[in-house]
């Protein structure tokens, strides 16, 4: 998302950022690297979460029912009041709700297609060897494409 951090904190964002965000009519708005304080109330709702539903560790033997079990408790941490509002949390999400612009009618294609070439061990290599990945040595020398969108690679 950000190319460069410039002086004054300002943000150079990636091409691709920038073109997301203007499809989808937002302004990112970034905290500082290393600056927690910044993201209190982020921070104070994942404690929260983790205290009043992952602690103690659970147990369960379907990852689909303890799913469900988590959205009940969610649906039920709706109905209280916000901690500073004096609002149902879940009618306050409504009228925000209401509020926020329609998407476009086309998605934003967020893929990064690349083709690498597989080496003599079977690895790619992608963006200047920041990324790598081992093939099967049937791949060895191979061309092959791959999209960062979990898209299959071939």
Same mark, same amino acid.
Do not use: C, I
């Given at each position: 998302m950000v190319a460069s951090i410039?002086?004054?904190?300002?943000?150079?964002?990636?091409?691709?950022?920038?073109?997301f965000a203007e499809h989808y009519g937002f302004t990112a708005i970034f905290c500082n690297p290393d600056s927690g304080n910044e993201k209190g109330p982020a921070e104070g709702k994942v404690g929260y979460h983790r205290r009043n539903m992952?602690? +103690?560790? +659970?147990k369960f033997k379907s990852?689909?029912?303890?799913?469900?079990?988590?959205?009940?408790?969610?649906?039920?941490?709706?109905?209280?009041s916000h901690c500073t509002k004096g609002a149902c949390i879940e009618s306050l999400f409504e009228?925000?709700?209401?509020?926020?612009? +329609?998407? +476009?009618?086309?998605?934003?294609?967020?893929?990064k297609h690349l083709v690498a070439k597989a080496?003599?061990?079977?690895f790619m290599r992608l963006e200047k060897g920041r990324h790598e990945y081992s093939t099967s040595p049937k791949w060895v020398g191979c061309l092959a494409?791959?999209?960062?969108?979990g898209g299959q690679g071939r």
């Open positions: 410039l002086s004054g904190g300002e943000r150079k964002l990636t091409e691709k950022f920038a073109r992952l602690v +103690p560790a +659970p990852l689909d029912e303890y799913n469900k079990h988590l959205l009940a408790l969610a649906d039920a941490g709706a109905k209280r009228k925000d709700s209401a509020a926020l612009m +329609p998407l +476009p009618k086309n998605e934003f294609d967020t893929a080496d003599g061990y079977g494409w791959n999209s960062f969108q």
